[in-house]
């Protein structure tokens, strides 16, 4: 089910330059009110360079290695979904805190992806200095590699600050739903943080990309097949997780599997889903006319997308004076006190007069 490594280069070169000129890429629709403290010309004064700098960066890091494609879009929703998107899961452990990283739902994220975040952090300070906040080239690299793979262009608003700490456990777990879940359990997390049915499908069509392990979709196989699953389909897995608890992975998309297209809602309607919260949402009525309508509409999966990930990048922001600007994505900078005071009163008269 796999492709191999040379034609995976030719095809990512291919989506690439067809990327940079398809209409279909450039998405100026309609965007979700944007939160207090953000703007798309954030960096306008402070680093004009700064999306170009990410950019050229990833268009060569994914042509090297196009599944850190899948890996930047993920660490950008499992920061999101969890306190906002304040870069908290990016941190390593410090001292008695643990990192995020280690919780179930994120011990799978590429620490290759954790690393290209710190290699831009450095490159942008190198030319800007410290003003770009991780959180924020996060969400650039997530937009980034999305348009790489094939997806759409779209502004991101900026100005996010970075989290002085990661989240507990318990407030991961609650945050983030597990891939056995139905839609009535999706539905619920996302109302959490005021995310919508709409949002759900479009959102879950960046399964379009990357991969996934056996054991997040294993019950679906065993003891015995789950009904919806197609029977070729199910085959197939089982070529790879011949049992249980196997470590090995496949692809989340059996069509295009390094190509952000519509083709994971094709795969729904084939019942060809790899996890139970993809399939089900073929079955929901409250979800499945919108599955049906993505898996025929391209341009309407982007449009919609574009509209729910930026509503997605906005959950619960710090700005202004709140958090700070992280020196290295995966540690806070200095302790500070639990107020609301600023780092110094020079970052508050450089931030005054950049209102």
Excluded at 43 to 54: F, L, N, R
Excluded at 59 to 73: E, M, N, P
């Amino acid at each position: 089910m796999a492709s191999s490594p040379s034609a995976v280069r030719v095809l990512f070169l291919l989506v690439a330059a067809l990327a940079s000129c398809a209409s279909a890429a450039a998405v100026a629709g309609r965007t979700p009110p944007l939160a207090k403290g953000l703007s798309f010309d954030f960096y306008k004064a402070k680093c004009p360079q700064a999306e170009s700098i990410v950019f050229n960066f990833l268009r060569d890091a994914i042509r090297k290695d196009v599944g850190l494609a899948a890996a930047l879009v993920r660490i950008h929703f499992h920061d999101c979904f969890v306190q906002g998107c304040d870069g908290s899961v990016l941190l390593d452990k410090t001292g008695s805190t643990d990192s995020e990283k280690i919780a179930p739902p994120n011990v799978t994220l590429r620490p290759t992806a954790f690393k290209t975040i710190n290699d831009l952090r450095a490159l942008l300070a190198k030319a800007c200095g410290a003003v770009v906040s991780c959180a924020d080239i996060a969400a650039l690299a997530a937009r980034d590699s999305v348009h790489l793979a094939g997806g759409p262009n779209y502004p991101v608003p900026l100005g996010r600050r970075d989290g002085l700490a990661p989240a507990n456990l318990t407030t991961i777990l609650g945050a983030l739903p597990p891939p056995t879940s139905n839609v009535t359990t999706l539905l619920r997390f996302l109302a959490k943080i005021s995310l919508d049915a709409d949002d759900l499908v479009s959102l879950s069509g960046a399964h379009t990309l990357g991969i996934a392990h056996c054991t997040s979709f294993q019950e679906r196989l065993f003891p015995t097949q789950d009904p919806t699953m197609d029977k070729w389909f199910a085959g197939q897995l089982k070529l790879t997780c011949p049992a249980l608890n196997i470590t090995n992975t496949t692809n989340n998309d059996i069509r295009t599997p390094n190509v952000f297209d519509n083709k994971y809602y094709l795969d729904l309607l084939n019942r060809q889903g790899l996890f139970t919260s993809d399939q089900d949402m073929h079955t929901d009525a409250r979800t499945k006319p919108k599955v049906a309508k993505f898996a025929v509409d391209q341009a309407a999966f982007f449009d919609q997308f574009v509209f729910s990930v930026v509503k997605m990048g906005q959950i619960d922001v710090l700005t202004g004076n709140k958090g700070q600007i992280r020196n290295d994505c995966s540690a806070p900078n200095a302790a500070r006190s639990n107020d609301e005071l600023p780092w110094s009163v020079l970052e508050t008269v450089a931030e005054t007069l950049a209102l």
